[in-house]
Each structure stands twice: as C-alpha cells, then as structure tokens.
C-alpha cells in the first residue's frame, strides 16, 4: 500500500493576477503530523483551502488514498474524511455551542433530536481539552475569540477524520491550553489519522511535527524530518535572514503616569481593579483564556459597557467613556479580534489604514490622497506586509497580513496610551521581530503602552511590569526577574 495518504501534485492558483501557489507539490504520510510554515501570505491556508474544496486550483491534481480526487465542493471533502479547522472560523454564530460542534450531524438527521445527549457530548468533548466552564447552550456570538477557537476545533474532533489540518489552532491559546491540545493531537496520531498542522509558534512545531514543509512565496521550498533541522535553519528557510534577536534592547525612559485605572469593575459581583501605566513603559497582561484581560480591556476603552470605577487620562478623569471619546483623549486600542472588531474586510487596505488617523491627511475639509497613500504604504512596508495595491479590499490579504494592516492604524495615530491585545498572532517571525521594535520605539518615543499576550516569551521579553489576571481579577504582579514560572503560578493561581 501506498506509503502517502495525499499526494498534492503541482498545485497552481492564481488570484486576479497573483500567484498564490506556483505549482506545489506536498505529501502527507498515513499518521504523521506534517508541519506547514513560512512567511504571512506564503501560500499555507491557499492550499488547505485547496485540499478541503474551499477554492478550485487552476490546474494540478490531489491523490487521496491512491486515487485521484475530485472536490467541487467542502462538503466532499467532508465526507472522504479530511477535515479542515480555518484560521478564521467558520461557526454560525447565532447557533449555541453544542449545534455548532455537531452542525453536520444535525443537518443529516430528519428524526427528533435528542438535545440532552446532544449537549452532554458536547460537554464532554469540552472538557476532554480541558474546557469544562463552557456552556453547551451558550451562543457561540456571546464566547471569546478564544473560546470560538474551542469550539472550532472540537467541531473538528468530534468528525472521523483520516486527515485532519489545524491552520494556527493555538493562536489564542495560552501554553497551558495548547498543551492539552497537543495531547489530543498526540492521541489522534496514535489512531492513525493524518495531521497538518500550520503555526507560526515554531516551539511547538518542535515539540509536534514528525515533518516539516517550508513554504515560501508559493512554493513548498524544503521538505524534511524534524531530527534533520534546526529551529535557525527552519527560520532562515523562511525569512531567508538569521534573526539573531528576537527582542529589542530595552532604552524607554519610564515618566509620569498617563492612565490610571481606579475600583474599575464590569460587573456587580467582580473585584474592582486598580492599575496604572505610565509614559514609556510596556505594563504586560497575561492570564489564561478566559481569565477578562480583554473584557477589562475594552470596558476601559469604552467598547463595552462597565459596572463602577473612574479611568483618568493625564490626571483628569476621563467622563464619556466610549471608542471614539478614548480615542480623542488618546487612547487606542487594537482588538483581538480582527475579523469583527479590527477590521472593515469589505473596505481598501487604504481605508482601513488610516481610518482612524484621517485628520492627519485633511486641510479644510479635503484629504490630501498623496500623502495618505505615502504614510500607509510605509508603515505596511515597515511589517514587510505583502499585498498588491493599497486599493485591494483588506478580505484578500493573508491572516497574517490582516493583522498588520490592523496594527499599522494605530502606529499612524497619534495617541498616548495603546493597548495592543495580541498584537502578533498569526503573524510570521520576520514581522514579529519587527513589531517588537516598533513597540519598543513608540516606548522610547513616550507612549504608555499596555501589551496583552498569550505569548509567554512575548511579555518576558517586551514587558518592564506584568499584571497577571485570573477569573476576572489582577491575581499579582511581577516587576523583575519575570519568569514563565511565576506567571503561570499566579495564573493558575497555584
Ligand atoms: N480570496 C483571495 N483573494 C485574493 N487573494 C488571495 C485570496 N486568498 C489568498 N490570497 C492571496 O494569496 C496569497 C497566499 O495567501 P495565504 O492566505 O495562503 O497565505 P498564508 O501562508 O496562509 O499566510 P498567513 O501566515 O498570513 O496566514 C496571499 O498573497 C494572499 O493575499
Ligand atoms: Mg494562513
């Protein structure tokens, strides 16, 4: 028998004129986990969108289980057993946990549905990743982005697959939550089911893959056993330099307090919380999912509603709280979300860009369009951000790329205090380094900046103070020698 489950042979894609895929050519052993990386916008999610019938190729063939297989739709691939867990997720948000996760399974049935043992699976299958506080009957609307990456993937696990892809499924989780991922992973390989797995976290592609495929441009460059790379190679492969720092020196000068948060709470029965950060400082959030550093977040900047408590912005209270009164005092904040709250997809790159710092490029009520077009083309440069024209809608960009073009906003603004809520996730090593320095020059430059990360090596590396959050509350705080150790005790509340 044929040693490869999938074979995918010159696989060609274009989009209008860009080449997505230049006639790639990958192979999936029967049980292996197969590590996809490379660069944002490198061809990754094209060519699982690809395999599951999402897109046509252009030309190319796929061979499943030795025969040549034919998609026209996702619902075929389905039902060959290859399932695929999107980058951006595919839930119906208007549907409660438990229909999402069995979607399929209810489609098929005409008879009555047994909701009890609907739900009770559902539970179960939560708790199996270590999920066990979600709701079955909860409305996957009212979850958090991390907690809708939950979902998505028990929707996944709840299939039988015989090749399963997970396109950055740990994006939102912290360490603690993607080990227990891992372990099913691990558990999936033992029963035989094929695994891609594509992260830009390269520790874990380490500590999963039994191989690894580098892409770059389009193109699958390298093919080759884990044992035979190591983590520099497998970075110079993809961003063709050596990254021999991940982070920035440290130069900003910490000054006088910018925002202040007092006895602040988003509901009755929360502890109020009191921080405050200051004028060239980088002051860390870190907790596990679900333990409110973005609820706190976007209540402070007036994104969601609050129980009690006073912000002060410079000294003097802050009255209005809402999006656009924070933004005026000088206050931005770059979501976590960026599909629903960061960005408008069905606007130009242009637009979303240099929305919220329009002003900037306006004299008498006319926008100057040279001098818009000018800043933004190079603040996306600065992140290597790979699109055609500023004109494209933002839809047509790369996870990864979205996310830059989400962040460039808010380095264009002019504000005093950012908030960044995992302002690296899913994008690729090259941009991060890259990000990480222009973090540390809007310190240096005296912005008070609040970092929420997953990250561990992010808060470690970036941060002058961390605030660990746990259940909605500030469980501690770590000034010096921060170390992933102490994080996690707090977190865990150990
Ligand atoms: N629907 C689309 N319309 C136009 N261009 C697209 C579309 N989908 C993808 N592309 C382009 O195809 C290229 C490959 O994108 P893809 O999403 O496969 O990258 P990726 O390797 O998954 O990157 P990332 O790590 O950022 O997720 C990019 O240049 C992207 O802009
Ligand atoms: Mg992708």
Known sequence: MNNYILEMKGIYKTFGGIVALNHVDFFLRRGEIHALVGENGAGKSTLMKVLSGAYKQDSGEIIFEGEKLSIRNPSDSLKKGISVIYQEFMLAPDLSVAENIFIDKLAEKRSIINWKKVNTSAKELLSSLGFSDINPEEK??????????????????????KILVFDEPTAVLTVAESEKLFSIIDQLKNNNVSIIY???????????????????????????????????????????????????????????EVLKVNNFSISKNQKPINFSVKRGEILGFSGLVGSGRTEIMR??????????????????????????????????????????????????????????????????????????????????????????????????????NQQKVSLSKWILSDCECLILDEPTRGVDVGAKTEIYKIIEDLAQSGLAIILISSEMAEIIGMCDRVLVMREGQIAGELTSEISEEKIIKLAMGV
């Open 140 to 161: 996957v609307a009212n979850l958090s982005v991390a907690y809708q990456q939950v979902v998505e993937i028990c929707k996944c696990l709840s299939r039988n697959s």
């Open 198 to 256: 594509i992260s830009h976290r390269l520790e874990e592609i380490f500590r999963l893959a039994d191989r690894i495929s580098v892409f770059k441009d389009g193109v699958n460059i390298s093919t080759t056993e884990k044992n035979n790379i190591s983590i520099d190679e497998l970075v110079l492969l993809m961003v063709g330099r050596e990254i021999s720092q991940m982070f920035p020196e440290h130069n900003h000068q910490i000054g006088e």
């Open 299 to 400: 209540a402070i900047f007036g994104a969601d509603s609050f129980n009690d408590g006073e912000v002060y912005i410079n000294g003097k209270k802050h009255k209005y709280i809402s999006p656009r009164e924070s933004i005026k005092q000088g206050i931005g904040m770059l979501p976590e979300d960026r599909k629903q709250q960061g960005l408008l997809l069905e606007q130009s790159i242009q637009i979303n860009t240099s929305l919220p710092v329009i002003d900037k490029f306006t004299k008498f009520f006319v926008i100057d369009k040279k001098l818009e077009k000018k800043e933004v083309v190079s603040t996306l440069a600065k992140f290597n951000t790979k699109y055609r024209d500023t004109d494209n809608n933002v839809s047509t960009l790369s996870g990864g």
